[in-house]
């Protein structure tokens, strides 16, 4: 969770072009211990910018310049170069004026005050605060003794996924009440990568700031929802042809008159491999009821070795199908812009679900072919 967390943080693109500007960071932690390791890391156009600094007396400072506004984050004592996960940080917007982390504790718990982009971002943190004081368990810091439990998982899983999708409707209505600020786009940039959430994020997305809009970041989320519309549910399901893991050709169309789950996936997606346990259970308690599964990888050529492996890993007994590109075709034709993404085709070749994973998959299952 916290890798993707990661890659999603450092990778976003910046605001605009400006001149070069400075900035000052501050932090003070009650909690914090002489010598603790803070890590700063943002981006500029290509180039990643990492800075590290000591803690002193319970406080530690940055100065540094820049010439576009970013978001970056900042961890404690866990160099983000070499670290797995990142168990102590913040979210940071780079920006001009002095940036003060006041916490009484952790990095995790700071709060973040003194710029505009700051301020911003310490409303939406404020709001967010309720389900973070939940305190769900991850579900990646399960003990080996906790993950022979799969009730258990399961059950954690559950939990961790619907905290995450309770986030959205606070996080859409602070869009909504700034649509001039850069933290609602980036805001909005996080959850399109939620493909079912599209239609909701276009009705935030068009309140936004004409120069939001004109960004990067506001171009892809345009260009993200336009492709989300090539598929609905109710619409007639669009056939294609892929090639199976031998190299034969296999036809969506070959599955009319049974109920397909029509899987989105790759073997280097930690979310899509995480969700495959769960396509497995409903595959084997349905799979005597007129469903099946078909898997369609965006892996590409020179990762196939990595595909086979994965398939057998999980243990994905249906047919898996690719054409190895590296942009997909089958991906393209529905509109695919994030994984795990899926379609839900009845006996009749129409699209009756889009997107359902975790307990939602099961219970639209149910619906259809659970006893009556």
């Given at each position: 969770?916290?890798?993707?967390?990661?890659?999603?943080?450092?990778?976003?693109?910046?605001?605009?072009?400006?001149?070069?500007?400075?900035?000052?960071?501050?932090?003070?932690?009650?909690?914090?211990?002489?010598?603790?390791?803070?890590?700063?890391?943002?981006?500029?156009?290509?180039?990643?910018?990492?800075?590290?600094?000591?803690?002193?007396?319970?406080?530690?400072?940055?100065?540094?310049?820049?010439?576009?506004?970013?978001?970056?984050?900042?961890?404690?004592?866990?160099?983000?170069?070499?670290?797995?996960?990142?168990?102590?940080?913040?979210?940071?917007?780079?920006?001009?004026?002095?940036?003060?982390?006041?916490?009484?504790?952790?990095?995790?718990?700071?709060?973040?005050?003194?710029?505009?982009?700051?301020?911003?971002?310490?409303?939406?943190?404020?709001?967010?605060?309720?389900l973070k004081e939940k305190k769900i368990k991850d579900p990646g810091k399960l003990s080996a003794e906790e993950l022979k439990d799969t009730a258990l998982v399961n059950l954690i899983k559950?939990?961790?996924?619907?905290?995450?999708?309770?986030?959205?409707?606070?996080?859409?209505?602070?869009?909504?009440?700034?649509?001039?600020?850069?933290?609602?786009?980036?805001?909005?940039?996080?959850?399109?990568?939620?493909?079912?959430?599209?239609?909701?994020?276009?009705?935030?997305?068009?309140?936004?700031?004409?120069?939001?809009?004109?960004?990067?970041?506001?171009?892809?989320?345009?260009?993200?929802?336009?492709?989300?519309?090539?598929?609905?549910?109710?619409?007639?399901?669009?056939?294609?042809?892929?090639?199976?893991?031998?190299?034969?050709?296999?036809?969506?169309?070959?599955?009319?008159?049974?109920?397909?789950?029509?899987?989105?996936?790759?073997?280097?997606?930690?979310?899509?491999?995480?969700?495959?346990?769960?396509?497995?259970?409903?595959?084997?308690?349905?799979?005597?009821?007129?469903?099946?599964?078909?898997?369609?990888?965006?892996?590409?050529?020179?990762?196939?070795?990595?595909?086979?492996?994965?398939?057998?890993?999980?243990?994905?007994?249906?047919?898996?199908?690719?054409d190895l590109k590296k942009e997909n075709e089958a991906a393209k034709l529905y509109g695919v812009t994030s994984i795990p993404s899926n379609v839900l085709i009845d006996p009749s070749g129409?699209?009756?679900?889009?997107?359902?994973?975790?307990?939602?998959?099961?219970?639209?299952?149910?619906?259809?072919?659970?006893?009556?």
């Amino acid at each position: 969770m916290m890798k993707r967390f990661l890659l999603i943080t450092i990778c976003l693109l910046p605001l605009s072009l400006l001149a070069q500007s400075s900035f000052t960071i501050k932090g003070f932690g009650k909690a914090y211990k002489n010598g603790d390791k803070i890590f700063l890391t943002y981006r500029q156009g290509d180039q990643l910018i990492e800075d590290s600094t000591l803690v002193n007396k319970g406080s530690f400072e940055f100065r540094g310049n820049f010439k576009t506004k970013v978001r970056g984050y900042i961890c404690r004592n866990d160099n983000p170069r070499f670290a797995s996960e990142l168990f102590d940080s913040f979210d940071i917007y780079i920006e001009a004026g002095q940036i003060t982390l006041n916490s009484p504790d952790t990095l995790n718990n700071s709060i973040i005050s003194g710029t505009p982009l700051n301020n911003d971002y310490a409303k939406l943190h404020a709001a967010l605060k309720s389900l973070k004081e939940k305190k769900i368990k991850d579900p990646g810091k399960l003990s080996a003794e906790e993950l022979k439990d799969t009730a258990l998982v399961n059950l954690i899983k559950a939990k961790a996924q619907t905290a995450y999708y309770e986030t959205f409707p606070i996080q859409f209505s602070f869009v909504d009440k700034h649509p001039n600020s850069y933290v609602s786009l980036l805001t909005l940039s996080q959850i399109a990568r939620t493909s079912k959430y599209l239609p909701r994020v276009a009705k935030s997305f068009a309140k936004l700031s004409i120069e939001l809009k004109e960004m990067p970041e506001g171009k892809k989320i345009a260009k993200d929802i336009l492709e989300g519309k090539k598929i609905s549910i109710g619409m007639m399901a669009k056939d294609f042809i892929q090639n199976d893991i031998n190299g034969n050709p296999v036809r969506l169309s070959t599955y009319q008159n049974k109920y397909v789950l029509v899987d989105f996936w790759a073997s280097w997606c930690q979310p899509c491999r995480e969700e495959n346990p769960n396509v497995l259970a409903v595959y084997h308690q349905y799979k005597e009821k007129n469903f099946t599964v078909l898997s369609v990888s965006i892996d590409v050529l020179a990762n196939k070795a990595n595909w086979l492996n994965a398939i057998k890993e999980d243990q994905l007994p249906w047919m898996q199908v690719s054409d190895l590109k590296k942009e997909n075709e089958a991906a393209k034709l529905y509109g695919v812009t994030s994984i795990p993404s899926n379609v839900l085709i009845d006996p009749s070749g129409r699209i009756i679900a889009k997107d359902i994973k975790g307990k939602e998959l099961r219970d639209k299952m149910a619906e259809l072919l659970g006893a009556k």
